[in-house]
């Protein structure tokens, strides 16, 4: 750190020129500055927040080889080849190399020519494995998806557990640990096993500001989704659907309906599905139909829009799928299509549950999910409610209900009816019978009670029992009713729920009949000349193709729509351009450059020449 005043010159300047990155993103400079200074971390950051370039810096600073725990196999060769595009030394360890290739990178390991080094963590078991690093400067360990390692997260994998002997085997050498997935008992899962020492901790925000969220009424699910895909061309994206026969017809009737997408679930062979991943990570297949099974730590950072063409469980599994879009930070659609069919299909699993509490929380959570898609609340301020989050703007301006993508009704009289009725019983009722009252039902506990001879008795009965339920939801959803009390909840009136029963304020929920479609503000490549976008989409397939790399480890799309936005005419202005570091200018820059200036020659073109 001779040449420069302090660390934060040091670390700002290889931001800039390793990976040609002007400021960092939230918790980035912080998480560096502790690595450096050999602190534990404890890391939990969306996907798409930059959780690679808090170790990737540090380790090209640091002397030694920093070792990185990443948990799948078929991923370490697409996060070697980024790091290698950026001019970092790195190497990957597994099952996957030959004795041959093991040996070479072993005998590179040990003369200290690797900066980076990728590991599965079954590797930390083997005493011969340790025993190489022993005798090697290892900078620090960072442990990816370090969620992996709690019961309590969704990716628990047993692998994961020997990590604890880290700090045993290496008591002075900081540990690191990164996820996108941590409640807070994970979080505290984490924290113990890894044995961090008063670690540095960042639970940063789960907002993902560049992704659009739409909810679209389910009324011919094919004809929705070729109609969505007709405004993404050439993009890419994934389509989520619940089981392995809805994704080969959905991917079949795409393909019938000139659509290129491939399928991707459990039940292919491993072959298939390693064959059809590195088909759209590589840009060749644009569009993959996926259960779960496909996601995590698929890195392809120009995913531009997840569609899930049936409702997903919960609404942490809708925000880790959706949250696949867009990590390269340019705008990404989601779209989820819901339809009230969706629900009993689901309880029908719910329903197999034998645990008692188990099921309970499953259909609380189904509840939830369909409260997301169903109520007049902007959907970024729910989902990040959901973590705990509370969004302060108004308007997101970035999902269908901010943006008046979808047709309000008022429903201020059926709302003071309904809570007419529940301030009349003194706010003492659950749901359901307040329903009975304003319907005018003929019940047991009606008549005991003398409900019946309520103001509000039958008020309601236009409308059936199921839609005052569904009215009373979408008040808790808004906030106008609160539920109190565990297993049969009663409802009471919040402050905004008196408002509105005294004609203080009004309020209005979605249209259920009329939902069109929003989407989020211009075409991605529209308003940045999309023709050339186009041509460099092309050269960087070219290029990724020749070097048998994904095409997003050589410019991300933020990065191309940049250069169509700036239009750099030197060498100069490419390497001021985002995403392009040193490495990458002198690699790519020349050849980026002429494309630039041959598509601005076409431009000027006389007509009579
Ligand atoms: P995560 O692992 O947290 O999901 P990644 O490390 O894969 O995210 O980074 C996502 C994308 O963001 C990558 O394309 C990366 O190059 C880009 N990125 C990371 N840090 C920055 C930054 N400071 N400025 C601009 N882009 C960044
Ligand atoms: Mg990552
Ligand atoms: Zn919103």
């Given amino acids: 750190m001779q040449n420069y005043p302090s660390q934060q010159a040091l670390i700002h300047e290889k931001l800039r020129s390793v990976f040609g990155f002007t400021s960092f993103r939230p918790n980035q400079e912080s998480i560096v500055t502790s690595v450096l200074n050999k602190k534990d971390v404890f890391a939990v950051m969306p996907t798409g927040g930059g959780k690679s370039l808090c170790y990737q810096l540090p380790a090209t600073i640091m002397q030694g080889t920093a070792i990185i725990i990443s948990p799948l196999i078929a991923l ?170 809805a994704v080969m017809e959905t991917s079949e009737f795409l393909k019938a309906h000139g659509v290129s997408a491939l399928p991707y679930h459990a039940g292919l062979t491993t072959e298939e599905r390693s064959r059809n991943q590195e088909a759209f990570s590589r840009d060749e297949t644009p569009v993959i139909v996926a259960t779960i099974a496909f996601g995590m730590g698929i890195d392809k950072s120009n995913v531009r829009f997840v569609v899930h063409a049936d409702l997903p469980k919960n609404i942490e599994a809708y925000y880790q799928e959706t949250g696949r879009a867009g990590r390269d930070g340019a705008p990404a659609d989601c779209l989820l299509l819901y339809g009230r069919g969706d629900i009993p299909k689901i309880r029908y699993f719910i329903d197999q549950i034998q645990n008692d509490a188990e099921r309970a929380i499953a259909l609380e959570k189904l509840n939830q999910m369909s409260g997301y898609a169903s109520h007049n609340v902007c959907r970024r301020r729910r989902l990040l409610a959901f973590f705990g989050e509370s969004y302060e703007k108004d308007n997101c301006v970035s999902c269908d209900i901010c943006c008046g993508g979808v047709e309000q009704t008022d429903i201020t009289v059926d ?137 997003y480890v050589i410019f991300s799309d933020k990065t191309l729509y940049e250069m169509c936005r700036s239009f750099p005419v030197s060498m100069n202005d490419m390497a001021k351009v985002s995403g392009v570091g040193e490495m990458k200018l002198r690699k790519y820059g020349q050849a980026f450059l002429d494309e630039i200036t041959q598509h601005s020659n076409t431009q000027t073109e006389r007509p009579d020449r």
């Fill in 76 to 245: 370490m060769k697409d996060q070697v080849d980024a790091a290698l595009a950026s001019g970092i030394t790195a190497a990957y360890l597994n099952s996957s190399l030959s004795p041959k290739e093991m040996g070479g990178v072993l005998s590179s390991l040990e003369n200290g020519e690797i900066t980076i080094l990728y590991i599965a963590p079954e590797r930390f078991a083997m005493p011969q494995f340790i025993d190489t690093l022993k005798n090697i400067p290892v900078s620090f360990v960072a442990v990816d998806e370090a969620h992996c390692i709690s019961e309590w997260g969704h990716d628990f994998r047993p692998d994961y557990l020997g990590l604890s002997s880290i700090k045993e085997l290496f008591p002075s050498v900081p540990v690191a640990a990164f996820t996108a997935t941590a409640t807070l008992k994970v979080q505290g899962d984490i924290i113990t096993r890894l044995n961090l020492h008063e670690p540095h901790s960042i639970r940063a925000s789960f907002n993902r500001p560049n992704l659009f969220y739409q909810v679209e009424r389910k009324t011919d699910s094919k004809k929705q989704l070729l109609e969505f895909i007709g405004r993404h061309p050439n993009e890419s994206g994934i389509i989520y659907r619940t089981t392995r026969d």
């Fill in 415 to 551: 709302s003071q009816i309904l809570m007419s009725a529940i301030s009349r019983t003194g706010q003492r009722f659950g749901a359901g019978h307040i329903a009975d009252i304003v319907t005018g039902a003929d019940t047991k506990r009606v008549r005991e009670l003398r409900h019946n001879e309520l103001k509000t008795y039958g008020a309601g009965r236009h409308k059936d029992k199921i839609y005052w339920r569904e009215l009373a939801d979408e008040l808790v959803a808004q906030e106008a009713l609160r539920l109190e009390g565990g297993r049969y909840p009663i409802v009471t009136l919040t402050q905004k729920g008196n408002d509105i029963l005294f004609g203080k304020r009004s309020i209005s929920a979605i249209r259920k009949d009329k939902a069109r479609p929003a989407s989020r503000h211009g075409q991605t490549g529209g308003e940045y000349g999309a023709a050339l976008f186009e041509k460099l989409r092309k050269l960087r397939r070219h290029l990724a193709l020749s070097q048998q790399v994904p095409p």
